[in-house]
Structure formats: structure tokens, C-alpha cells
């Protein structure tokens, strides 16, 4: 009998048509990433992407979970509170302080002539918190472009690619 019940579990995704919004599985997958990148010692810029994404992954999940809008902007709302929630906490141990000089033209200390500290966890939390937010319409606008036609997890194969790209993009230019 439980043999029965354990190919019954492992045959289950083969009847699911297509996830079509964000979904717990993208939420595990960054977060798996993030956790990754870190046990790696990659960038805390990497660390940030992939801890973004996570973020905003958990609050268009949690917005999707309520049917009905309580206030106006009740879903921006809720994925800019998962986003808060999920980075300011992680500030003080991933938030680490890098230079960034740039030297274009002018006096030292005018703008273009100077050397600023940049927080890369924080940018690179903004980044793939941004990559999560435009997925779904990038794949909207792909399913138009196919004529209605849906690639199966379209929306997991195009924001983890996303991701990879921006992550390696990241490793490449810091």
C-alpha cells in the first residue's frame, strides 16, 4: 500500500498543466540559491540577487494568496513589505561596505571625482527583487509573441535565467 501511494506522489507533476503566476517553487529556488551562493563564497552582491528575488518571490506568493483587495495597492504593497521585512533584518550581516572610485573628471571630491561606498548586498537585493517583478510580464509578453502558446514553467525557466545572468554579469564586473 505504500508503494502505492509513493509512485501515486512522484507521478503527481505529470498532470500539472502549467504554473502561471509566482509560486512556492520559484520562493524555494532562490531561496536554495541564495543559500548556495553563500555556502560558496560568492559576492554578497550575489547573495543580495538571489536574497531579493526571494523577497519579492514571498510577497507576490502572499499576495496572490488573498483574493480580496482590503486597500488600494494592496499587492505592491504586500511585495514591498515581504521585500522590507526580508532585507533590512539581513543588513547588518550581509550589508558589506565596498568602494566604488570614480575618476572621470574635476576636482577630488566634486562628483565625477571621487570614491563612494556602495552596500552591493543592498544593490543586489534591489536588482533581483526587480527581476521578479518584470518576470511575469517578460512571459506574458513571450506568450503573446507565440501566439497564446505557453512553454511549460515558462515563468521558472525565465526568471531563473534572469538570475544566472545577472548573477554572473555581477561576479564578472565586481
Known amino acids: 500500500m505504500g508503494g502505492r501511494k509513493l509512485l501515486s506522489l512522484l507521478g503527481f507533476p505529470i498532470f500539472i498543466k502549467a504554473a502561471y503566476a509566482h509560486c512556492p517553487l520559484c ?3 532562490a531561496a536554495a540559491a541564495a543559500g548556495g551562493a553563500a555556502y560558496f563564497g560568492v559576492s554578497s552582491s550575489i547573495i543580495g540577487i538571489f536574497i531579493g528575488a526571494f ?13 480580496k483587495q482590503y486597500i488600494p495597492y494592496q499587492r505592491a504593497a504586500l ?13 547588518p550581516l550581509l550589508g558589506a561596505q565596498e568602494p ?32 521578479v517583478c518584470i518576470t511575469p510580464w517578460m512571459s506574458r509578453k513571450i506568450t503573446e509573441l507565440r501566439n497564446g502558446k505557453l512553454i511549460p514553467f515558462q515563468g521558472i525557466i525565465l526568471t531563473f535565467s534572469l538570475l ?3 548573477s554572473i554579469l555581477a561576479e564578472a564586473l565586481i
Open 79 to 91: 511585495v514591498a513589505f515581504s521585500f522590507l521585512t526580508t532585507i533590512i533584518p539581513l543588513l
Open 27 to 29: 520562493t524555494v529556488g
Open 100 to 131: 566604488l572610485s570614480i575618476f572621470m573628471f574635476g576636482d577630488y571630491g566634486s562628483w565625477f571625482y571621487r570614491t563612494y561606498l556602495v552596500n552591493l548586498f543592498l544593490i543586489g537585493s534591489v536588482i533581483g527583487g526587480l527581476i
Open 164 to 166: 544566472a545572468i545577472m
Open 55 to 67: 523577497a519579492a518571490s514571498v510577497g507576490w506568493y502572499a499576495a496572490n494568496l488573498i483574493k
